[in-house]
C-alpha cells in the first residue's frame, strides 16, 4: 500500500476510534493518543503540548537536525535528542522553543544546506567556524 493510502486508512480507523471509544473526544494522554493509527510519539507530543499545553518536545527530523548542528545532541535518533534537549532545558520551556526552533531552521537553517558561518546563532556561538556542520543521520 502506498503512503498515500496508508495516510487514508489511518485517518479513517483514527476517526471511528475517537467517535466510538473516546466519544468524539481527542484523548489527552500519551498512552491513549500512541494507540490511535498513524500516531506516533511525535505527533502525540505536538497534540499534547500545543493542545492541551502539556510540557513535551516533540523532535522531528528539523529539530533533531538542528539540534546536532547547534551541538545539543550527539544523538543518531530522534528519541535520544528528544531526551538530550529535555535535559538541557527546564519544562516550562518546552513547547515554545519546540515552535521557535522549528521557524528559525525554516528562517536560516534548512534541510538543503548550512554554510555554517553565516547565521547569527551559530556566528555567536561558535564564531570561529569556518565551514558547514555535517549531521548524522535522522
Ligand atoms: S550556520 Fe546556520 S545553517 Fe548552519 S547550523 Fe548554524 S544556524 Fe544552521
Not at 545539543?72 to 519544562?91: A, C, H, R, Y
Not at 561558535?126 to 556542520?133: G, L, N
Amino acid at each position: 500500500m502506498d503512503l498515500q493510502k496508508q495516510k487514508q486508512k489511518n485517518t479513517y480507523n483514527l476517526s471511528k476510534i475517537i467517535y466510538k471509544k473516546f466519544n468524539n473526544i481527542i484523548p489527552n494522554t500519551f498512552e491513549k493518543l500512541e494507540s490511535l493509527p498513524g500516531v506516533g510519539h511525535k505527533t502525540a507530543s505536538v497534540i499534547m503540548s500545543q493542545i492541551f499545553g502539556v510540557p513535551a518536545f516533540p523532535v522531528d527530523t528539523h529539530i533533531h537536525r538542528l539540534s546536532q548542528r547547534w551541538g545539543l545532541t550527539s544523538g543518531k535518533s530522534v528519541i535520544q535528542t528528544e531526551k538530550d534537549l529535555k535535559k538541557l532545558f527546564p519544562k516550562h520551556l518546552w513547547n515554545k522553543l519546540h515552535l521557535q526552533i522549528i521557524f528559525y531552521g525554516r528562517e536560516y537553517c534548512s534541510a538543503r544546506g548550512c554554510d555554517g558561518t553565516i547565521c547569527k546563532l551559530c556566528n555567536e556561538l561558535y564564531p570561529s567556524r569556518k565551514k558547514a556542520v555535517i549531521c548524522l543521520k535522522a
